[in-house]
């Protein structure tokens, strides 16, 4: 049986962001990069959302028995647009003894947020107009300024305290063709893998 507050075998990557910020790009460039299983967590079981993110984190820790694994959206998504979008969470206490679980477990935060405010809304509303994927066309009611300055708080009031997250920005390091964006994609994959595994050294 998997003890869930020992260090896991293999590196575990949660990406957390709000839409349109590159997490599951990201996401599938360190698949690739390192071997890893890719996990894409959604709103589901919306009156068990507790039970469904302990079943996750249960699935990454096996899975991180043999491999590297990434995981696309965790605890931390659904209390900030459950702040945003529904009222607030229910099931807050349980995400910090989820947190708990990550820090024995040796769980690397990667906060997919751009410093530039304006310029990933005018992003998201390109990618609005561009694409036909579910997440891209949510917001309806003109909330993404409101999630971005809530995942912005809980970056600087939460996770910039802690020695488990790095930070990703869209829009820094590319170049406009594609070889150049290949190469520090690849850059960025070794530098949070480096980051991992020098976080995962001192436990």
């Known amino acids: 049986m998997i003890n869930l507050l020992e260090k896991s075998k293999y590196p ?3 990406l957390e962001g709000p839409d349109g910020v590159g997490k599951t790009t990201l996401a599938l460039e360190l698949q690739q990069y ?11 079981f919306k009156n068990k959302m507790h039970k469904y993110h302990y079943a996750a984190i249960r699935l990454a820790a096996h899975l991180s028995q043999h491999q590297p694994v990434v ?19 229910p099931f807050t206490k349980h995400y910090f003894k ?3 679980i990550a820090t024995q477990m040796g769980v690397t935060y990667v906060v997919c947020l751009p410093e530039d405010r304006e310029r990933y809304l005018g992003h998201f509303d390109d990618l609005r107009n561009t694409r036909t994927v579910a997440e891209i066309s949510r917001d309806p009611d003109g909330n993404l300024g409101n999630l971005y300055d809530e995942y912005s708080k809980f970056y600087k009031s939460y996770f910039a305290l802690k020695e ?28 949070i893998l480096e980051f991992a595994e020098d976080h995962r050294s001192g436990l």
């Open 12 to 14: 575990i990557f949660v």
């Open 71 to 89: 995981i696309d959206r965790w605890w931390p998504t659904e209390i900030i647009y459950a702040d945003v979008y529904r009222g607030g969470s």
């Open 34 to 44: 390192l071997g890893a299983r890719y996990i894409h967590l959604t709103y589901r």
């Open 164 to 191: 488990n997250v790095c930070h990703y920005d869209i829009f820094k390091n590319f170049n406009d063709n594609d070889v150049s964006r290949g190469i520090v994609m690849r850059s960025i994959c070794q530098n």
């Open 98 to 100: 989820l947190e708990h």
